[in-house]
């Protein structure tokens, strides 16, 4: 028999509309992509060539930077990033969020192949203030933002305090990185241009299957310089591959239909969010999302959230999660990323999910 | 004007017929291997789910080992096989032949990312012997042997060679590591099974994209611990890509493919070798190929040879190679695999071509 999160996991599948991302991640979203290539489209080679000159190019420009360099990972783009910037200053120490990808989710990478030693600036449940960046020791080489924190249902910190970060870092010799996984998706809120951010920083780390949803894939971009040792890096990491081009064209295919897209996904975030905070024991962080993302905190034990959400995915046919995670023994939550599925969903459906997510919030835990 | 370089590339690359490889590295290889795969089928996440495990699975069974993964390169890969043996003897020292792909072809990733030393074995020309290995230090935690061995034209040494390495190895507390990015095209000459020459190692790398043919990637095989670890170390190292399956469907495709036709590759080789050693100035290494592979060595300098080349290639219509590249001033050479373009090409056309090389490398240089 399944357990409560397998069970959630299957209803979720069997939903006919989702309310996250942009669909399954399928062979279709490889073939679509390639369907109008030639053929004879020659492959870059070992990081030549116009299949991956190009699109580094135009990532540069459209990032407003010098140079930019396709990686096949955000993971080995970051660490490569830090480490030329830990190199150029000779002190092998970064500072940043405690919930920063490095921290959490590489296995320690960057402590373990760079021999890097990292600050966690603030709380965890905080973004980064320029009063930690002021706290911390100077010789701390690079200082990476995440932009949206996603740890933290994609918070966003204010502008001006990005500037006086950016302003801080410049007048005392320590870089500033951005990881921008998630960066387009936080222009509608900021209402800056893409430029007017990375601006702010020495280099910058975007995505390509994030809110652009491609295959897999990373861009980095910065001073020519800054390229130059990353490219070198890259082929240290194994990251060099002798062809790139299947996530290369997916990343440009996507990027061109869905970049104009990030003010849709953040007001059907707005629209979506204040759904579920209208839900009994529910809540969403932040209350009012300021970029694609939220997550989803339920005010139940994980295997009763499961439960609830489970039905209201049978009886309603819209999907909401495929899991939850235990936030402590009372609290459980998930995260939420708006994409093209959102609009597909019938209004009438998503208001009949609501409807059942807040009778059974009020009305379960179930007697089985 | 173009120099006589860039003009053989081009000459090269008009020619109807290449004589080596599978043909050219473009978007049909994955369009191709992608025609008879289903749009919906599920992607790879993050190293789990069938699109990666069932590959992983097929290829740890056919190369006798317990398990397998799948890696972006094999540069990544075989960094992380030396790097778990090191850690596994707490000693950071390997040992390899000078011409290795990690000593000359990785930026000094293995040094620069996990501080292995590296001990190189015999001298540039030779290939590893037993009483190269047992002189050297035994803090070696791993000897990593390339079979066949690329820079010098693909030479191997005899089965019995590897078997005496390998009882040393093991009677001495060193692990053995085969770098097999070319092992299947070794089988003809070894008339071995795969499973004879693995049993021998620790742990195997083989590469999907050089005999194979497929876009990018390899496989790393070894003990279920070892492969626990490698998991471990490929998110470090960034490859732990969300979605490999354009790599792992396309290397799968090609497998099958492919990996019946490596005697057909050989005997190609050995025929081809042979019409190169009936011209004069121009010898192959080996004189006789032991696999897929071989460098031809032509007597002239680069600019002649290149000249010489290129004038065959446009009045034959057969191309032989887009460059050579200089051993010294008198002397340069390029390397041939063998793949499936190689019976494409006429018999006449070929026997026109090496007659016109034979010819031109008596009566040129030329005037100009």
Chains 1, 2 share one sequence.
């Not at 390639?34 to 459209?62: H, L, R, V, W």
Request: negative net charge; aromatic residues 10%; contains cysteine.
């Amino acid at each position: 028999m399944l357990d409560n999160l397998e069970a959630l996991k299957k209803s979720f599948d069997e939903t006919g509309y989702q309310l996250s991302g942009h669909g399954p991640r399928n062979v279709k979203v490889l073939k679509q992509a390639f369907q109008e290539i030639d053929e004879d489209t020659k492959s870059d080679i070992y990081g030549s060539g116009a299949a991956i000159g190009d699109f580094e190019d135009k990532m540069a420009n459209f990032l407003g930077k010098e140079k930019a360099v396709f990686f096949p990972s955000g993971t080995m783009a970051q660490q490569i990033a830090l480490r030329i910037w830990c190199d150029e200053k000779g002190s092998a120490k970064v500072a940043y969020h405690p919930l920063s990808h490095l921290e959490i989710h590489e296995e320690d990478g960057l402590k373990k192949l760079h021999g890097i030693e990292t600050v966690l600036l603030t709380e965890r449940d905080n973004v980064i203030q320029p009063e930690d960046v002021k706290a911390m020791d100077k010789d701390v080489s690079c200082v990476l933002l995440e932009l949206p924190q996603r740890e933290i249902g994609g918070q966003l910190p204010r502008f001006e305090t990005l500037q006086a970060i950016s302003d801080y870092c410049r007048a005392n010799d320590i870089r500033l990185h951005l990881d921008g996984a998630r960066i387009l998706e936080t222009l509608p809120f900021y209402q800056k241009s893409i430029e007017e951010i990375c601006e702010l920083f020495d280099s910058v780390y975007m995505s390509m299957y994030k809110g652009i949803g491609g295959i897999a894939g990373a861009v980095l971009a910065g001073g020519e310089e800054f390229i130059r040792q990353s490219k070198v890096w890259k082929k240290r990491h194994g990251g060099d591959l002798i062809s790139l081009y299947p996530y290369i064209f997916t990343a440009d295919y996507y990027f061109e239909m869905r970049k104009g897209k990030m003010e849709e996904y953040y007001e059907s975030a707005k629209e979506l969010a204040a759904r579920y905070n209208s839900c009994t024991g529910i809540s969403t962080l932040p209350e009012v999302p300021v970029s694609n993302m939220f997550h989803v905190h339920i005010n139940k034990p994980t295997d009763e959230a499961a439960q609830v959400l489970a039905a209201v995915q049978q009886e309603s046919g819209i999907g909401l999660t495929g899991y939850v995670r235990e936030v402590d023994q009372n609290k459980c939550y998930y995260e939420v990323s708006m994409g093209d599925f959102y609009t597909t969903a019938p209004q009438e459906k998503i208001e009949l999910a609501f409807q059942l997510l807040d009778k059974k919030m009020r009305t379960l835990p179930f007697s089985n």
